[in-house]
C-alpha cells in the first residue's frame, strides 16, 4: 500500500492499534450552544484549569492547535479570558501555563503576576522548564511574588518525570509548600509534539513521584487519561494526589473519559475546563456535570472545596 493510503485511512480520534487516540489532523469544532450564565444548581464554581498566556504565547498555541489539534473556538487574551469567565457567574479561577523551552518563565510568570494583581478571583501558577539554568530561583521568585504553585506539561516540555530537573523541582515546592500541577497523562497524544509521550509518561512512573514524595501535593489533568482506571486507584491509595476533570466530561474525544465520578475519590478530584483552549462550548462540561446526579456535597467538593484545599485559596467568594 501506498504511504499516502495508510494515512487517509486513519481519522483523528480513532484509535491505534495500540489502544492510544490520534490527533494527527485536526478534530473538527463542534458548534454546539453556549449557555451565557452557569448552571443555576450548581454550588459556586473554581474553575482548577485555565489557561492564560502573554499574547505572543497564545498566538502560537492557537496556531498548533489548529493545525494539529482542534479549532480553538475562543481565541481571547488573557484578560479577556477572566473577565469572559467570571461574566458568566465563575467564583474563582485559577491561571496555569508552562514554558515550552528554556529562558521564557520568568517572562511568562511576570504575565500571570500582574494578571494576578489585577483579578482578586484569580489564582495564578509559576511555570519552569525543567533543568534549566535557575530553576530554582525561578519558582522561589514567582512564589514570593504571590503565584500558588506550579504547573509542568510533559507533552510540551518532553521531560523525564525521573530526571535532576524535574527532582529539583519537586524539592522546591516541598520546600515553600506549594503544588504541582503536570500534564503526566499520556493522552491526547499527538504525532506533532517533539516527543512520545507514551514513552514519558505513565502511572507508574508518576506513582514512584508520589510514594517518593508524600509530601508533595500533586494534581494530574484530565483524570490522568487514558489510563483512568490506574489513576482511580492511585488517588484512592495515596493522599497526595489529586485529579482534574478537563475534558473528560465533555465527549469529545472517542475513549477520553474516565470511570463515572461517584466511583472515584471525589475528594481528590477537581473541576477544570482547560478553557480558552477548547473546540466546544465554555459550558459543555459544567451542563454535564449538572446532570450527572451527584450529591450536593460531592459536588461542592469536585466544583470548588477541592481546589481551595489544593492550591490554598484565600479568601474565596461566591459570585453573585
Ligand atoms: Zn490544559
Not at 195 to 202: H, W
Not at 220 to 240: M, S, T
Not at 260 to 265: F, I, S, T, V, Y
Request: charged share 25%; with cysteine; net charge neutral.
Amino acid at each position: 500500500m501506498d504511504l499516502k493510503d495508510a494515512k487517509r485511512e486513519i481519522n483523528p480520534g480513532d484509535h491505534r492499534n495500540d489502544g492510544s487516540l490520534i490527533l494527527g489532523k485536526p478534530l473538527p469544532a463542534l458548534h454546539d450552544a453556549e449557555g451565557n450564565e452557569v448552571p443555576e444548581s450548581l454550588p459556586p464554581i473554581v474553575d482548577a484549569h485555565v489557561h492564560l498566556f502573554p499574547e505572543v504565547f497564545f498566538r502560537a498555541i492557537w496556531r498548533w492547535f489548529d493545525q494539529f489539534g482542534w479549532p480553538i473556538r475562543y481565541k481571547l487574551k488573557s484578560a479577556e479570558v477572566l473577565e469572559f469567565l467570571l461574566a458568566r457567574g465563575l467564583s474563582h479561577i485559577v491561571g496555569l501555563h508552562y514554558a515550552h523551552k528554556p529562558g521564557v518563565a520568568r517572562k511568562q510568570n511576570s504575565h500571570m503576576i500582574r494578571l494576578c494583581r489585577k483579578f482578586a478571583q484569580l489564582s495564578g501558577a509559576a511555570t519552569v522548564f525543567p533543568g534549566e539554568k535557575d530553576a530554582k530561583k525561578i519558582l522561589a521568585d514567582g512564589f514570593r511574588d504571590g503565584l500558588c504553585g506550579v504547573k509542568l506539561h510533559s507533552h510540551v516540555q518532553c521531560f523525564d518525570m525521573d530526571s535532576e530537573g524535574m527532582h529539583e523541582i519537586y524539592r522546591v515546592c516541598m520546600e515553600h509548600d506549594k503544588p504541582l500541577v503536570m500534564h503526566v497523562g499520556r493522552e491526547p497524544r499527538s504525532p506533532a509534539s517533539k516527543c512520545d509521550s507514551y514513552l514519558l509518561c505513565s502511572a507508574a512512573q508518576l506513582e514512584k513521584v508520589i510514594r517518593g514524595y508524600p509530601e508533595l501535593k500533586v494534581c494530574v489533568p484530565h483524570l490522568g487519561g487514558d489510563e483512568f482506571k490506574a489513576y482511580q486507584r492511585l488517588i484512592r491509595d495515596y493522599d497526595n494526589l489529586w485529579l482534574d476533570t478537563t475534558m473528560t466530561l465533555a465527549g469529545y474525544m472517542q475513549g477520553f473519559s474516565g470511570p463515572p465520578l461517584e466511583e472515584m475519590r471525589v475528594d481528590r478530584i477537581m473541576y477544570g475546563s482547560d478553557f480558552p483552549q477548547l473546540p466546544y462550548a465554555w459550558d459543555r462540561e459544567l451542563k454535564k456535570l449538572s446532570e450527572l446526579g451527584l450529591s450536593r456535597e460531592s459536588l461542592r467538593l469536585i466544583l470548588n472545596q477541592n481546589a481551595i484545599e489544593f492550591f490554598s485559596i484565600k479568601g474565596f467568594q461566591e459570585s453573585g
